[in-house]
């Protein structure tokens, strides 16, 4: 079995996983307004707080935000597994992280040294400050992990990709340790006019705190956001050797595409809901199994009704569901590997945080999202739920420890 030994987060409900846990069960979202994007049409954002504690600051003038977050999360988690880098076999530790978009921002500051002809102001760094490898590169670098190092990007559902494909490296025997996660920063001026010109980004601005309604009748759109996840793989054998008591297993995980429109997802969330079957069919679960579903859930008018249908296609009966994003908005790469992280801890807690701002369900979703305050449930499964631009979906099963 595989085990999540370890957790990192550091997102808009706090820094830590027990910080980001508790703000999460409160259901007090976390979107303000935003200074660094006066002038447009969308100018709040969920932030990180205190980000400047993150890492001292000799140490991040060569790192972009979506990374300090990162390897914040990533020592964390580590040390929460109880893992010492000076014990472990260096190529037998993975790191496979989760991006979306890589640092839009970076790039945009050089353009505009740049376009005013001062070239000798760009940063020799800007490149390997941006590109979205870094990630786990620098976590590499941090922590001595020589085995295999890549990102993978599959847009809002990269993190969870990314921990599908470290469960295959130790599954494989290749890992015996994969550190992974998913990181992003889209809280910035070009992925907020474009989303916003894309119509994906709730324009309340006289109520930001509002602003992101996973599942209601007024939904129009999710609030940008930051952070990172990272969860520590490894054979359950290998961490009680330690004397760890894993926070669940993972126990499938399936990917899949709907081919169906570059950006809205399939109406009938056809795609979704095969990943979710075959997710549980590789967990040797049934639809019966499953205590809660820690859904998507951006808060926009397609993709709600898209996974409500996916999740009435799969289960008769559809478990307690909740999404994340009324609390914390939506971090793009990093949500999904936030998601997986949290529906880990609602395994190990068994509580399911509530859906913020949900006073008015959707009559037409005929689920039953928690609203209004954590509920304690008996649940021995979960299930996490991403969907990304490109029709692109991944699906995790957890299980109890």
């Known amino acids: 079995m595989i085990a999540v030994s370890g957790l990192g987060l550091v997102t808009p409900a706090g820094i830590g996983a027990d910080a980001t846990w508790r703000r999460l069960l409160t259901g007090s979202p976390t979107a303000t307004r935003d200074p660094d994007l006066d002038g447009l049409p969308v100018d709040f954002s969920c932030r990180i707080p205190d980000y400047d504690t993150l890492v001292p600051p000799r140490g991040r003038w060569r790192l972009d935000r979506f990374t300090v977050a990162a390897l914040a999360a990533a020592r964390e988690a580590v040390a929460d597994a109880r893992l010492d880098p000076g014990d472990w076999q260096p190529e037998r530790v993975g790191v496979v992280t989760g991006t979306g978009t890589g640092s839009m921002e970076r790039y945009l500051a ?68 994969v550190i992974t996660g998913g990181s992003e920063s889209v809280r910035s001026r070009i992925p907020a006019a474009c989303f916003h010109r894309m119509g994906a980004l709730s324009t309340r601005r006289d109520d930001p705190a509002g602003a992101c309604r996973p599942f209601h009748a007024e939904r ?17 054998l290998h961490a009680r050797a330690r004397g760890v008591q894993p926070y669940a297993y993972l126990a499938g995980g399936a990917s899949t595409c709907d081919s169906h429109h570059y950006a809205a997802p399939h109406p009938d969330g056809d795609g979704l809901a095969s990943a979710m079957t075959a997710a549980l069919r590789e967990a040797g679960l049934g639809p019966g199994d499953v205590g809660h579903v820690n859904a998507h859930g951006t808060g926009t008018r397609l993709n709600d009704a898209a996974e409500h249908r996916a999740l009435r296609q799969v289960f008769t009966d559809p478990p307690p569901v909740t999404s994340l994003k009324g609390t914390i908005g939506h971090a793009v790469g990093a949500s999904a590997a936030i998601e997986a992280a949290c529906t880990a801890l609602s395994l190990r807690h068994q509580v399911i945080p509530p859906t913020a701002n949900l006073d008015t369900q959707d009559p037409d979703i005929d689920l039953d999202v928690v609203a209004g305050q954590a509920r304690a449930a008996r649940m021995s499964s979960a299930v996490s739920s991403s969907s990304a631009f490109g029709g692109q979906n991944t699906v995790l099963v957890f299980h109890q420890a």
């Open 110 to 177: 050089e353009f505009e040294h740049l376009r005013a002809g001062r070239l000798t102001l760009m940063s020799p760094m800007a490149i390997t400050r941006s590109i979205s490898n870094m990630v786990p590169a620098e976590i590499a670098l941090a922590l001595g992990a020589r085995g295999p190092n890549f990102t993978v990007s599959t847009a809002c559902a990269s993190g969870a990709t990314a921990i599908s494909v470290a469960r295959d490296l130790i599954r494989s025997g290749t890992c015996d340790i």
């Open 220 to 236: 129009d759109g999710f609030v940008l956001s930051e952070g990172a996840a990272v969860l520590i793989l490894e054979r359950d």
